[in-house]
């Protein structure tokens, strides 16, 4: 049986450019999808998978992420001692447990791969998951764990891959695939942002990953990829051979919080599951549309 995932890395190091000026002083991480900043939804989807453990690689600028998940003892005094219950529920929903998390620094924008290597004194031996928190997903049970219970079926390293038009490769890493069931495919190569022409297929991955920690060993190496950048896509190709490799089918609704149009398209979908809100945004906005 595969050893269990309890470790999770959240790059969150990145400008956020795409989002100014609302990201000049914030975050793009805190930018709120409904009522939660963007990075809970991938914290929540990872505790749902029994992560236990949270690395945040973080970078200058970055400090509400953590003040985020940290206990708020003035707001929580304040809320209680106003009889505010469910303010003060979900506040408290968003702590995680003391000792859980822990931030290391990336000091310049080097890469994805740079970005999670980061993180290896911190993840240790373990096989270890990635979330990249722009990548928001809606669907239960949530990716990371459709991810974990297909990695305690197969074992090696799973990436969680969508087909995406066959125009849009050069955005993604893309896999070539083996063999396929139609859910979990054998990967026996991956390319970082092909052309069109060149791209083994139209399987994207879509910012979820479990890995072993052998990667580090080739995230070591601080090759440059595409862009010039260190890519977490060409670390991960070295491990075929040695590894049994999936790309996960997974099932739910994608947003790329990184898209502006997907970023709002998002806060509306959310707020149409919501009991409380649904009526109301789709009252408010008939007229519009
Ligand atoms: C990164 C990865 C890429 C992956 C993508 C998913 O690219 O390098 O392989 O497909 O995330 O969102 P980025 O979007 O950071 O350029």
């Given at each position: ?6 470790v999770a890395?959240?790059?969150v190091?990145?400008?956020?450019t795409r989002?100014?000026?609302?990201t ?8 709120p999808v409904?009522d939660?900043p963007v990075?809970?939804y991938?914290v929540?989807?990872?505790?749902e998978a029994?992560?236990t ?12 992420i953590?003040?985020?998940f ?5 707001l ?5 001692r106003?009889q505010?219950?469910a ?16 931030l290391?620094?990336?000091?310049e924008p080097?890469g ?5 290597w980061c993180?290896?004194?911190?993840v240790?031996?373990r096989p270890?998951?990635?979330?990249l928190p722009d990548?928001l997903f809606r ?10 219970d297909a ?6 390293a799973?990436?969680?891959v969508?087909?995406v ?15 396929d ?7 026996k ?5 092909p052309a ?6 139209n399987l994207s ?8 920690p052998?990667?580090?060993a ?16 060409d ?12 790309g996960?089918?997974?099932t739910?609704d994608?947003f790329?919080?990184?898209?502006k149009?997907?970023f709002?398209a998002?806060?509306l979908v ?11 945004v789709r009252?408010?906005?008939?007229a519009?549309?």
């Open positions: 049986m595969s050893r269990s995932i309890e890395v959240f790059p190091a990145g400008l956020g989002f100014l000026p609302a000049k002083a914030v975050p793009k991480e805190m930018l409904v939660r990075i809970q991938a929540d989807e990872a505790k029994g992560i453990e949270f690395v945040f690689v973080t970078s200058r600028g970055k400090s509400e953590e003040d985020h940290d206990h708020h003892t003035e929580y005094e304040t809320l209680e106003r505010k219950a303010a003060l529920e979900d506040a408290r929903s968003a702590d995680l447990p003391v000792g859980s998390y822990a290391v620094r990336q000091p080097l994805l791969g740079h970005a999670v993180a290896r004194h911190v240790g031996d270890f998951a990635v979330l990548e669907g239960r049970p949530g990716v990371l764990k459709q991810m974990v990695h305690s079926r197969l074992g090696g799973i990436v969680a969508r087909e038009p066959k125009d849009l490769t050069d955005r993604y890493g893309i896999i070539d695939v083996e063999t069931d139609g859910t979990a495919a054998s990967v190569g991956l390319v970082e942002k069109p022409a060149e791209a083994p297929s991955i879509v910012g979820r990953y479990i890995l072993p052998d990667v580090f080739y995230l070591d190496r601080h090759e440059t990829g595409a862009g010039g950048e260190i890519q977490l896509t670390a991960m190709a070295r491990l075929l051979g040695d590894h049994p490799f999936h996960l089918r997974f739910g994608r790329d919080c990184g898209d149009a997907q709002v998002a806060n959310l707020a149409l599951d919501r009991p409380d809100l649904a009526d109301k009252d408010r906005i008939k519009h549309i």
